[in-house]
């Protein structure tokens, strides 16, 4: 199987071994799925099926992000405990991903699971001398790690811009370098604060992947996924303080699933530009919600067009009616061949249609693409 790679900017073998180690960023649970979270996960599931459909063990780890900020915020607009809150939408998140066919994961654990294991991690990495304590909080020191930025491959000057852009605080004064980043901070008020032996506070958002891809998977993994969005500075951040605290290569190889877009935005609960996944389920059926998600390759922005469901519903009405027992073996061979090829999905779409108008049954090849018929 062929992939794209993040760090090596190139379409490389991907060699998976028996046993895969998959680590996928999940949601941050304070407001409901959109099609954009829709798209990413159902990109790894594509992948996740495909594996299986090899033979291969799949451990995918996908974390919920339930101690950060835009939680806080909204739980305090709502008048509800944080965790109240997480609790009901990683619920409802989890109810959208089964509708869409999405094969369950290793595990989904949660960032208020694993303080424990933050705080032994962030003592690894001060112990190594990759960290520094500074006005109440640890900061990862960039300047010990000179492989910083060999994820997103961006210089020192884009990272800066980029850092100032994404809330990273360059102008912090207790920091020593404008990218060092925050392993743990001090809470606000009426945050929650755990105590460690740097002084009261809660983890940086980065350090929950480095620390549960840890405790889940251990210290190297096979792949490591998310959204565009994360490249940096999430992953690179995530790389430097996972190699730093253990020494070993933390990711064979990076996938990142580009933006779904709306109104010419990224679609994002900050922006409020949004199409949830649960109103597409009051009127269609989810089936084409998923299939409208295949349709683009993984690696392509594209935007959300509200006539998208209809197109998908007639789509899957024609596969329908190519269906009959289990499946032209055909068919799923050109489906594998394609999804082999940098998880072609646009392509195995296009081989299912035409088989369906030729009227070989596609079946077991929708059935690749998780698109149940
Ligand atoms: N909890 C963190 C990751 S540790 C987080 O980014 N949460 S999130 O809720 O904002 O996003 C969940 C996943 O959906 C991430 O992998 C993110 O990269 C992806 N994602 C967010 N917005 C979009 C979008 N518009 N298109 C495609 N993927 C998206
Ligand atoms: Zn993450």
């Known amino acids: 199987m062929r992939l794209f790679d993040t760090a090596r900017r190139d379409v490389v073998a991907f060699e998976p071994p028996p046993t895969v180690l998959m680590y996928t ?18 990109s790894f599931d594509v992948l996740q099926r495909r594996l299986v459909d090899l033979g291969h063990e799949v451990r995918c780890v996908r974390n919920v992000t339930d101690v950060d900020d835009p939680l806080f915020e909204r739980a305090r607009r709502m008048g509800v405990h944080w965790l109240d809150l997480a609790a ?29 294991d933050i705080k032994g991690f962030i003592g690894m990495v001060v112990d190594r001398g990759f960290a520094y304590a500074s006005g109440g909080s640890v ?47 001090p809470s606000a008020s009426d945050e929650p604060a755990w105590d460690t ?3 009261p506070g809660r983890p940086g958002w980065h350090i929950e992947c480095s620390a549960l891809a840890l405790r889940e998977l251990g210290p190297t ?47 994002s609960k900050s922006r409020g530009n949004l199409v949830f996944v649960d109103a597409l389920r009051a009127r269609h059926d989810p089936m084409a919600i998923r299939l409208l998600l295949v349709e683009h390759h993984y690696r392509t922005e594209w935007e959300w067009r509200a006539d998208m469901p209809a197109e998908a519903e007639a789509r899957l009405a024609r ?19 394609a999804l082999d090829d ?7 779409v296009r081989t299912i249609d035409a088989a369906a108008a030729s009227g070989r049954s596609v079946r077991s090849a929708a059935a690749l693409l998780g698109v149940a018929l």
């Open 319 to 337: 596969w329908r009616d190519a269906s009959t027992g289990s499946g032209d073996p055909g068919v799923l061979d050109d489906v594998r061949r």
């Open 197 to 199: 032996m740097w002084g």
């Open 221 to 267: 993994i096979d792949l490591h996924g998310g959204g565009s969005d994360l490249i940096f500075p999430h992953h690179e951040c995530e790389r430097a303080q996972s190699e730093a605290a253990t020494g070993a290569p933390f990711v064979r190889h990076w996938m990142h699933v580009a933006m779904v877009g709306m109104d010419g935005h990224k679609m």
């Open 88 to 116: 009901g939408e990683e619920r409802r998140f989890e109810e959208d991903m089964r509708a869409l066919g999405a094969l369950p994961v290793f595990s989904t654990p949660r960032a208020s699971s694993a303080i424990p």
């Open 25 to 42: 960023c999940g949601i941050t649970p304070y407001d409901a799925t959109h099609l954009g979270h829709a798209f990413t996960f159902v």
């Open 342 to 348: 940098d998880l072609d999905t646009p392509s195995a």
């Open 139 to 185: 900061y990862f020191d960039v300047s010990r790690f000179p492989g910083f930025g060999e994820v997103s491959g961006y210089d020192e000057a884009t990272m800066v811009a980029l850092a100032k852009e994404r809330g990273g605080n360059v102008d912090d004064p207790n920091k020593r370098h404008p990218l060092d980043f925050v392993l743990w901070h």
